[in-house]
């Protein structure tokens, strides 16, 4: 049997799927060289009577099944991030009531935990919020991540960026956060690329002047930083930024056109990741770092290059709908019921775009049930007239 899918320039191809997946490496035992946390999405309950605007409905059994099923592979879970379409769907009341509901479920199975924390209950409509109401704002998820024995990722915030009149205002703001945090955080660094509203993050559109100022926020409290997360999809400015942090805070890459490499690291070092393709590729990318853990770098380059062409799929331009790729594929897996997202999302990417992650994905034998993939994207295809 083969599938007819649609191409970019309106021709049909054919593919011939998988019979069988992969064999992968099953484990659960901590990853020992590298600290790896997933992004993960959130799924929405198909059934609700919602609209785009409408606050997010969310299916909360099988969100909290998708993060055991991280877990259960020994990554860690990034939460109530931009993978969790933070600010594309998911308002702070939700992404609050998912904070709380994964941190006890990571509590309960031993999982390890990090979460966004950011500054969305500013919303839009709050042009005039000043920089004191930014840094109440962030103060406030802060609480709530710390009470639920979470570890902080201060977020890149959209309405900071629009308040802040300089490199100063971001100095004042962070600073004042670092000190009032109880454990080390995981600053973020989320380039424009994945939200426009970041551009001129840190006090300058001059990249080379913005990472001055990050590095001086963390240089004045290098006891408060466990690690930088770095999503500017550029491999050579992570490498000199990493190699520029004090002793002890470390670096996870959030580059998903790079990762295999950085991971990898070189003579003078390494990132440790905090990825959104890691959503899809969690069985893997948790096999190919036990590779890794064993000090076998090209054995872990030969699991986890092959992937690279997939995930820049997904991340291709504009980058901030990757989320609708994830979200097919976990579909597609088998760990939804569904293809629906907060916020109508699954609306953002086109049929011959999700044809082609399919097939890079079957290609690479990341579903668990070959047969189910195929009937499913059968079932698409059919439904957007694509004959078979």
């Known amino acids: 049997m083969t599938l007819r899918l649609p191409a970019p320039d309106g021709t049909l191809r054919t593919h011939a799927p998988r019979a069988e997946p992969f064999t992968r490496t099953e484990g659960s035992a901590p990853l020992t060289s590298r600290t790896v946390f997933s992004a993960a999405h959130v799924v929405a309950d198909p059934f609700a009577d919602v609209t785009p605007d409408s606050p997010a409905a969310v299916d909360w059994d099988a969100t909290l099944a998708f993060r055991r099923h991280l877990w259960s592979h020994g990554l860690g879970v990034a939460e109530a991030m931009d993978t969790a379409q933070r600010g594309m769907g998911l308002d702070w009341a939700g992404a609050a009531e998912l904070i709380r509901r994964s941190a006890a479920e990571a509590r309960a199975v031993g999982g390890r935990i990090a979460c966004g924390v950011g500054t969305d209950q500013l919303t839009a409509k709050d042009t005039a919020a000043t920089t004191a109401d930014v840094r109440a704002a962030y ?31 971001y100095l004042e703001v962070y600073g004042h956060l670092l000190r009032q945090s109880a454990e080390p955080v995981i600053l973020h660094w989320l380039g424009p690329m994945f939200d426009p509203a970041l551009d001129g993050y840190w006090g300058s559109p001059d990249l080379d002047a913005a990472t001055e100022v990050f590095l001086d926020v963390i240089a004045a409290h290098p006891d408060k930083v466990d690690g930088i997360k770095v999503s500017l999809l550029d491999a050579g400015r992570e490498i000199e930024l990493r190699r520029r942090l004090p002793q002890g805070v470390r670096c996870y890459t959030g580059d998903d056109f790079h990762y295999p490499e950085l991971i990898a690291g070189d003579a003078k070092g390494f990132s440790h990741a905090l990825l959104g393709i890691f959503d899809p590729l969690g069985p893997l990318a948790a096999e190919a770092v036990r590779v890794l853990d064993t000090g076998d770098t090209s054995g872990f380059r030969r ?13 291709q331009a504009p980058t901030r709908y990757y989320k609708t790729g994830v979200v097919f594929l976990a579909w597609l897996a088998g760990h939804q019921s569904h293809f629906t997202m907060v916020g109508g999302l699954q ?26 993939a195929e009937a499913r994207m059968r079932t698409l295809l059919t439904l957007h007239g694509v004959p078979q």
């Open 347 to 372: 609306s953002a990417r086109s049929l011959p775009h999700l044809a082609r992650a399919y097939e890079l994905a079957d290609t690479l034998g990341l579903f668990p049930d070959p047969a189910r």
């Open 139 to 169: 103060e406030e998820q802060l609480t709530l991540v710390e009470e639920s024995g979470a570890q902080a990722v201060l977020m890149a915030s959209r309405a900071l960026a629009a308040a802040a009149t300089g490199p100063e205002d």
């Open 303 to 315: 699991l986890l290059d092959p992937t690279v062409p997939l995930s820049r799929h997904l991340f």
